[in-house]
């Protein structure tokens, strides 16, 4: 098996395009941003900084998204648990 299942992959996927993942984490460090000035539109800095990461979070999640959608769970190794492999209802 190949760790697809109806053209879909499964389990859990191991890349570094994961740790693009952390970046929206760092909208939760407020002391790197908790002022008032510089001014946008006379919003302070503090709101429209945060509006800035949620642009930026979603289009880290995408470019995850996009980057590890088709990529195989595990390279040239057979899937452990594949269903035709157990042997539960077997009695002996």
Known sequence: MSGKAAGKVTGLQVSPW??????PLLMLVTPWFNFDKPRLL??????????????????SVAVVYVMTKGAP???G??????????DEGEQR
Request: proline fraction near 5%; charge should be neutral.
């Open 18 to 23: 994961n740790l693009f993942l952390l970046i």
């Open 42 to 59: 006379g919003l302070p800095f503090f709101y429209w900084f945060q509006f800035l990461f949620v642009i930026i979070g979603v289009a």
């Open 73 to 75: 769970v595990v390279k």
């Open 77 to 86: 190794k057979p899937d452990r648990l594949a269903a035709e492999e157990l």
